[in-house]
């Protein structure tokens, strides 16, 4: 395992550690990381490199803004993919969201198997994309509530923890 390899998978477990114990992956360890992926990918390979950085951490943050906008998807797990996109640059950074996205809904569909509530979630989810519509219809800029609502018990995923499948596949260079 190269250098990149063992920083992206620090990262990576390192968040789901925090992710896991807190339920937010904080703020100072992506700074650490951002400056780790700026200084690896310019030592590494000069001005290439640094544009690959650059484009590998704004990409998923342009990509992904949107389900953060809508309560969907944390701030934290959109700033380790951006973390994680300046080591990976942009090719693997898509790669690891896609990845990441599929692994994430294999875990959710397990996770309505267990809990039996498939029916509630779906019924949840309708209601709540129709409510987003009907607020930008009716021309509000108000925020919806918060799809995750702290009312069921295992209504929401740690995203880090798919975020971290799809980093040991490139480790193991699936990708």
Request: aromatic residues 12%; contains cysteine.
């Amino acid at each position: 395992m190269d250098l990149q390899q063992c920083l992206v998978l620090t990262a990576a477990s390192g968040a789901v550690l925090m992710d896991l114990k807190t339920g937010e992956i904080a703020n100072g360890w992506i700074v650490i990381l951002w400056l780790a992926g700026f200084l690896t990918n310019g030592m590494g390979h000069g001005m290439r490199g640094i544009l690959s950085f650059l484009i590998g951490t704004v990409l998923p943050i342009l990509l992904l803004f949107w389900l953060f906008h809508f309560r969907m998807f944390g701030a934290g797990d959109i700033k380790l993919f951006s973390a994680l996109g300046g080591f990976l640059g942009p090719a693997a950074i898509l790669k690891c969201i896609c990845l990441s996205l599929i692994f994430g809904a294999i875990l959710s569909i397990g996770i309505f198997i267990i809990c039996g509530n498939i029916r509630q979630r779906l019924f949840k989810l309708t209601t709540y994309i129709k409510h987003i519509f009907l607020l930008k219809i009716q021309g509000k800029t108000t925020v919806p509530v918060p799809y995750r609502d702290g009312k069921w018990g295992m209504e929401c995923i740690h995203f880090s923890v798919p975020i971290l499948l799809a980093v040991l596949l490139w480790i193991g260079g699936f990708y």
